[in-house]
C-alpha cells in the first residue's frame, strides 16, 4: 500500500469507528429519562400523588424507581419488553394505561425509556 492509501485507509477506519460509538450512543437517566418522567409521571408518582399511594411506586429519584411499586420492580434492566414500566406505557388504549388520565408519550420518548432499560437501566 502506498502511504497515501495507508493515510486514507486510516481515517476510513477512524470514521467508521467514530459512527460505530455514535449508534451505541448511551441513554442516560438524568438527563434523557428523568425529564419524561418529571413532566408526565411525577405529579401522581410522588407521596401525596394517586399513584404513589395506590401503588407505592415513586419516581422522585433513581432509587425510588428502581424500588417499584409496594410489590416489586417495575423496570427489569435488559428487558424493556418485560418491565412493567414500559408495558403500561403501551397499552395506549387501555384504560389502566400510564401516563393516567393523559395522551400516551410521543414514540420518541418511549423509545428513548426503552434504550435505556435494555442498556441496563443504569444510574448515569
Ligand atoms: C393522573 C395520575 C397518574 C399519572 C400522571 C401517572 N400515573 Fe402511574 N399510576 C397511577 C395510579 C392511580 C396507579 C395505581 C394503580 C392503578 O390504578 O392502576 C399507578 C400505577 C402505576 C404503575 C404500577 C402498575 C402496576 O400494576 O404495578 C406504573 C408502572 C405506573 N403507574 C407508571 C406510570 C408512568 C410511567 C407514568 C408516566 C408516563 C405514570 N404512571 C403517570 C396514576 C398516575
Not at 16 to 42: R, Y
Not at 45 to 74: C, D, I, R, W
Not at 98 to 121: F, Y
Request: aromatic share 6%; proline share 7%; glycine share 10%.
Amino acid at each position: 500500500m502506498s502511504p497515501k492509501n495507508m493515510i486514507f485507509a486510516a481515517a476510513l477506519m477512524l470514521v467508521l469507528v467514530m459512527l460505530g460509538a455514535g449508534c451505541a450512543k448511551e441513554v442516560s437517566f438524568s438527563k434523557n429519562v428523568m425529564p419524561i418522567l418529571e413532566q408526565h409521571c411525577l405529579a401522581c408518582h410522588q407521596p401525596g400523588g394517586p399513584g404513589y399511594e395506590a401503588s407505592g411506586l415513586s419516581m422522585e429519584s433513581y432509587e425510588n424507581l428502581m424500588k417499584g411499586t409496594k410489590f416489586g420492580s417495575v423496570t427489569k434492566p435488559g428487558y424493556s419488553g418485560a418491565s412493567t414500566l414500559v408495558i403500561m406505557m403501551e397499552y395506549e388504549h387501555d384504560p389502566v394505561a400510564m401516563p393516567r388520565g393523559s395522551k400516551p408519550l410521543a414514540p420518541e420518548q418511549l423509545k428513548l425509556i426503552k434504550t435505556w432499560i435494555d442498556q441496563g437501566a443504569k444510574n448515569n
